[in-house]
Structures are given as structure tokens and as C-alpha cells.
């Protein structure tokens, strides 16, 4: 047989053989006189087992090592390896379905997405009341809050201890506490002020005090301890990491007002 009559027998394309051919999956037939390869029955059985176990989903090099045992046993545990493969990357498809089920249906209750989404529909909630509170707000919205959810969404997301406790016990106390949404709001507008301020602007106490007063009280405990370390390795900050990057966001008046929060979150921690 030609290439051409064994690659349609075989159900491949010529191109396929002679990649075979080239990593060694499918050996060369020597050519004839004519220059032509001569292909016999025992290479369109070879190939025709290796489309059926490609099809199954398994890999060339798996399949190569299939080949080369060429015992029933040898494939029972490679197929018996895929399945389970298979079962697990099911069951991950159907989690990513039903958070996007979720999502979704965020969308579609809230009118779309928040900006910084898809995040959990706890977060997702807290968002549109946000929404709900700058449209009642006479100006635009500050843009310490646009800063404020991003810093929700990256802190719902990351991996670090405490991060997903903070972050709960944040979202319980701005349900719960009255006006809590409201207070935050003014924050944003006395941070936004500050934005083209000097570290030594006489400003900078009062918001430092009203970051601390307008901390909900179920996360001040937690806080004063990361609030004391951070501010003790303040002036030894190696310029990388978290932190750094952190205040990299804010003018240098906002940094003051966020670092003295810190030092006073500490202090009340001590006492």
C-alpha cells in the first residue's frame, strides 16, 4: 500500500503518518526502487490502534508506552489513569458551572456585574449597595471607594491566613452596624481630600482618627496586631511586598493618614 491508501484505511491523514513516523510511533517502511514507501497489513493495524487510543483521549507518549509493553495489563492501568482523569476534571467543569450559575444570576438580580467581578455573591451584595449608596451621593462617587472595592476583590481572592476572616467579619458588621455604609461614604469623600496633600497636612490627623472610629468593631482586635507590625516596620520597609505596594495607591497625605490609623489601631491594642 501507498501512504495514501494506508492513511484512508486507517481513518488518519498522510500527515499524521508522517508525524508518526517522525517521533518514532509508527516505524518507516524501507522505500522501493521507485522511491516510494511500501506500507503492509501490520502497519494499518498498528495505526489503526493507535487513532482508537488517541480517540480515547490518551497522549502520544502514553501511547507509546502502551505500544512498547503491548500487554492488555499495561493498558488497563493507563485507561484506568484516564478515567479517573476524566472524573476529576468533570466534577472541577461542574463547580466552574455552577459558580457561573451563580454569577450569572448576580448579573441578572443587580443589573449586571460590579466592575471588579465575578467575586462571591456575599462581596457581589456589598457592592451594589455601594452602587446604591454613591447614587444617592450629590457629586460623583469618591475615588477612594472605587480603591476600596478593588482592595475587597484582591483580598477575597488572595490565599493569605486571616485574609478570608477579615474579610468575613468586615462584610457582617457593614450589614449589621446602622449606617455603617454611610460613614464609609464620608471616609471616602475626607481621603479623596487629601489626595493632592503633603504628608504634614494639618488634615491628616482627623482622618487618621476617623479610619480608626469608622473601623467596625468585630475586625478592630484582628487588625491590631497586622496594625502594630506594620507600622513597627515602617521605617525598616525593604521597598517590596504587599505593603509597599499598598501605599504605592495613595498620595502622600492619604499614606500618613492610613499609617498614623495604624499606629493608633495598635495603641489601643496594647492597652
Excluded: C
Excluded at 518507516?28 to 506500507?39: L, Q, T, V, W
Excluded at 503491548?70 to 479517573?84: G, Y
Excluded at 451563580?102 to 452602587?131: C, D, K, Y
Excluded at 468575613?168 to 458588621?173: D, F, I, P, Y
Amino acid at each position: 500500500m501507498r501512504i495514501g491508501e494506508l492513511a484512508a484505511l486507517a481513518g488518519v491523514t498522510t500527515r499524521t503518518i508522517r508525524h508518526y513516523h517522525h517521533i518514532g510511533l509508527l516505524p518507516e517502511s524501507p522505500r522501493e526502487a521507485n522511491g516510494y514507501r511500501s506500507y503492509g497489513l501490520r502497519d494499518a493495524i498498528r495505526l489503526a490502534r493507535i487513532r482508537r487510543l488517541t480517540e480515547l483521549g490518551l497522549g502520544l507518549e502514553e501511547i507509546r508506552d502502551v505500544l512498547a509493553d503491548d500487554t492488555a495489563h499495561e493498558l488497563d492501568e493507563v485507561l484506568a489513569e484516564l478515567d479517573d482523569d476524566l472524573a476529576a476534571q468533570e466534577e472541577a467543569i461542574r463547580r466552574r458551572r455552577e459558580r457561573l450559575s451563580e454569577v450569572l444570576r448576580q448579573a441578572g438580580e443587580n443589573g449586571g456585574l460590579p466592575r471588579e467581578g465575578p467575586v462571591s455573591p456575599e462581596l457581589a451584595a456589598l457592592f451594589t449597595e455601594m452602587s446604591r449608596a454613591s447614587a444617592e451621593l450629590p457629586g460623583p462617587e469618591p475615588r477612594m471607594a472605587a480603591k476600596e472595592r478593588e482592595l475587597l476583590a484582591l483580598l477575597e481572592a488572595a490565599p493569605a491566613p486571616g485574609a478570608a476572616e477579615w474579610l468575613g467579619g468586615l462584610l457582617r458588621a457593614l450589614k449589621s452596624e446602622p449606617g455603617a455604609l454611610r460613614r464609609a461614604y464620608e471616609l471616602y469623600a475626607q481621603m479623596d481630600g487629601l489626595a493632592d496633600a503633603a504628608a504634614d497636612d494639618p488634615r491628616v490627623p482627623a482622618v487618621a482618627r476617623a479610619l480608626v472610629d469608622a473601623l467596625p468593631a468585630e475586625i478592630a482586635a484582628p487588625m491590631a496586631e497586622a496594625a502594630g507590625q506594620a507600622h513597627r516596620t515602617r521605617d525598616g520597609a525593604d521597598g517590596r511586598g504587599f505593603t509597599e505596594a499598598f501605599f504605592a495607591e495613595f498620595s502622600e497625605a492619604q499614606a500618613e493618614a492610613v499609617w498614623q490609623a495604624m499606629r493608633l489601631i495598635a495603641e489601643q491594642g496594647e492597652r
